[in-house]
């Protein structure tokens, strides 16, 4: 035989859970503005800015891609409807034994 829990202490823990609060983490937290850019104070004058490990990565990595991006996309092939079309329309002109090109008649 099972034991019976008395129907109030079920009740308090359904309250209880009811009122919990998942993954909730308290405050945000986050980095305050100080007024610098990226939150680094300049060097003092006479000395240069030390680079971090990974920044020549990422400037590699970043304009190396929009540079292989623009190539590949400078030498795609056209395949709009448009271009199949007209090629399409040529061929069956040129089946039929028809100009697809415009020709003037010289007039004299």
Request: no cysteine; hydrophobic share 35%; aromatic share 12%.
């Amino acid at each position: 035989m099972l034991p019976q829990l008395p129907l109030r202490s079920l009740r308090a823990g359904a309250s209880h859970l009811r009122s919990q609060r998942f993954a909730s983490g308290g405050a945000p937290q986050y980095n305050e503005p100080s007024g610098w850019l990226f939150g680094e104070k300049p060097p003092p004058p006479g000395l240069k800015r030390v680079k971090e490990s990974w920044e020549n990565i990422w400037y590699i990595g970043m304009f190396g891609s929009m540079a292989f991006a623009g190539v590949v996309l400078y030498y795609k092939p056209d395949t709009s409807i448009q271009t199949w079309a007209l090629q399409e329309a040529k061929n069956r002109m040129e089946a039929r034994g028809e100009k697809y090109k415009y020709e003037p008649e010289t007039s004299s």
